[in-house]
């Protein structure tokens, strides 16, 4: 999945076809719980109101991005409500390690 970010050099339209595919990964792990329903839906509000012309260049939409990425500690209470299980992040760990 790691592929998909393509080094963090996506343009708009990477971004904004990333979010149906990460959706669709939790949902085939059956991990897209309450948490991370209420964070996509907070995305997709953020996407819906940035229209369709960003007019920032490459290097600027993945410094936001790998911003957000490393703000994840501010928002996990909320992805990974009571009970459900980080099983993304195990996934992302075995992959890396049959990768290497």
């Known amino acids: 999945f790691m592929k998909k970010l393509k080094g963090l050099k996506m343009s708009e339209q990477d971004i904004k076809s990333l979010l149906p595919a990460i959706q ?20 997709y509000n953020y996407l819906f109101s940035s229209g369709d012309k960003w007019n920032l260049s490459v290097d600027e939409i993945n410094f936001y991005f790998a911003g957000g ?10 992805i990974y409500a009571k009970g459900e299980k980080d ?11 049959t990768n290497e």
Do not use: H, P, Q, T
């Open 24 to 43: 669709n990964k939790f949902e085939e792990y059956n991990s897209f719980g309450k948490g991370k329903k209420l964070v996509a839906e907070e995305a």
């Open 87 to 97: 099983i993304d992040m195990e996934e992302d760990v075995k992959s890396n390690k």
């Open 69 to 78: 990425m490393n703000l994840v500690r501010k928002i996990k209470d909320i």
